[in-house]
């Protein structure tokens, strides 16, 4: 059975930092691209990143670019998320997602295979 575990999230004041990780069990981590996600309330959820299985390539949203990094640590089975400068506007839950490692990273929502429960994050001004 593949689960995906998020940890890390909480509140942070306007400005602070988180760090989210994915803990991933069932499959092969490094058979798979992830992915990180977020839904607020009354919103679709949007792409936030992605990395390719090796950990070479990655992909942002262009509002987190500078201040976001997503890496992964295949050895632990493992996805993270780095959250620096953080907005209120960006209080979401935050999920992370994988993804079949031949067929690339991407944006959309719907080319994941499987996802996790979601954590919360909360930005207070």
């Known amino acids: 059975q593949v689960q995906l575990v998020e940890y890390g999230g909480g509140w942070v004041q306007a400005g602070g930092s988180l760090i989210l990780s994915c803990a991933a069990s069932?499959?092969?981590?490094?058979?798979?691209?992830t992915g990180w996600f977020r839904q607020a309330p009354g919103k679709d959820r949007e792409f936030v990143a992605a990395v390719r299985w090796t950990g070479s390539s990655t992909y942002y949203k262009e509002s987190v670019k500078g201040r976001f990094n997503i890496s992964r640590d295949n050895a632990k089975n493992t996805g993270y998320l780095q959250m620096n400068s953080l907005k209120p506007d960006e209080t979401a839950v935050y999920y992370c997602?994988?993804?079949?490692?031949?067929?690339?990273?991407?944006?959309?929502?719907?080319?994941?295979?499987?996802w996790g429960q979601g954590t919360q994050v909360t930005v207070s001004s």
């Open positions: 069932g499959l092969t981590f490094s058979g798979y691209a």
């Open positions: 997602a994988a993804r079949s490692a031949y067929r690339g990273i991407s944006p959309n929502a719907y080319d994941y295979d499987y």
